[in-house]
């Protein structure tokens, strides 16, 4: 369960809900924010929660009904029939369900990290159903072919997830240590020296999301992370009139600025913006910069309705 309940005040406006999607899987997914107001449906990286969005969710809440889902297999999600119903594919279309569920109709599709190549996936089978995007440190497929500026890691990532889903059992018996504040915060550190993280990165978040992940079914996990490196999603880029604002850290080591600007390139309809300094946690890096470029580029296009802007005034 969320670890910063009682620290967080936003938290306690959530409303957690839940539904079996296609295959029959239960999924759980949490919304904040009126109803009156128009949609915006949250794609996560791979093994984030709430806690990443922690900054972002309290300033868009009274603009937008805000709705989050954990993947299928994380965190509070049920488990899928099998371990190959773990697919972007697969992810792509419990977001289509959630929409469905909801009656959600053009909302504004965010996505981080995996959740880029999630709602890219999405709009190849639903090219209309969305009144923006925004892709945060994100790419349209095989991230491990760039991450670390490095091709060469592709396989040793592949051999290192097949490892872990072989071998994961073995390991539970670190979780109660892992959650250790000294630890996470040397584990925090340690990220931060490999550019994977910034100096400027919310270590609260950090540490509440760390807490929730560790529980998760480490095979599962495993499984995303190998289906996440093979998904590619280059060919949808041209035809996609979604207008789209691509964000990417100039110190991502993950996915390469580089990697996000090509493909904001291939784009029609995209915006490109750099943040100096961020990594790819740019969410808890730089968390007010974002928000209000994000709020901009919403008005701008006109995905952000009058009596949202009325709500905030």
């Known amino acids: 369960m969320l670890q910063a309940v009682e620290q967080e005040p936003w938290l ?123 892709a945060l440190n994100g790419t349209y497929g095989n991230p491990f072919r760039t991450a670390f500026h490095n091709g060469i890691l592709e396989k040793r990532f592949e051999r290192i997830f097949k490892f872990v889903k072989r071998h994961w059992e073995r390991i539970i018996w670190l979780r109660p240590h892992i959650t250790k504040t000294a630890l996470i915060h040397g584990f925090i550190r340690s990220i931060q020296l490999a550019k994977v993280a910034g100096r400027s990165i919310d270590k609260d978040a950090f540490y509440d999301m760390t807490c929730d992940w560790i529980h998760n079914n480490l095979e599962v996990y495993s499984e995303i992370f190998v289906q996440l490196g093979w998904h590619n999603a280059v060919d949808v880029l041209p035809s996609l009139t979604v207008p789209t604002l691509v964000i990417a850290g100039t110190q991502d080591s993950f996915i390469p600025s580089y990697v996000s600007k090509d493909m904001a390139r291939r784009m029609p309809s995209a915006d490109y913006w750099e943040i100096p300094g961020a990594t790819h946690f740019c969410p808890i890096e730089f968390p007010h910069a974002i928000n209000i470029r994000v709020k901009h580029y919403l008005s701008r296009i006109g995905a952000l309705e009058v009596k949202a802007l009325a709500k905030v005034a």
């Open 12 to 134: 306690e406006e959530m409303d957690i809900r839940s539904f079996e999607t296609f295959d029959g899987t239960r999924l759980t997914y949490y919304v904040t924010g009126s109803p009156e107001l128009p949609p915006m449906v949250i794609a996560n990286g791979l093994g984030g929660n709430m806690m990443v969005w922690r900054h972002f969710l309290p300033f868009f809440a009274p603009m937008y009904q805000v709705f989050i889902l954990d993947y299928r297999g994380l965190f509070q999600s049920g488990e899928a029939p099998s371990l190959q119903d773990y697919t972007i594919p697969h992810h792509s279309r419990d977001l289509a369900e959630l929409l469905k569920h909801e009656n959600l109709i053009n909302p504004v599709l965010v996505g981080w990290s995996m959740g880029v190549q999630v709602v890219l996936e999405f709009l190849r089978e639903n090219p209309n159903a969305a009144k923006a995007f925004i």
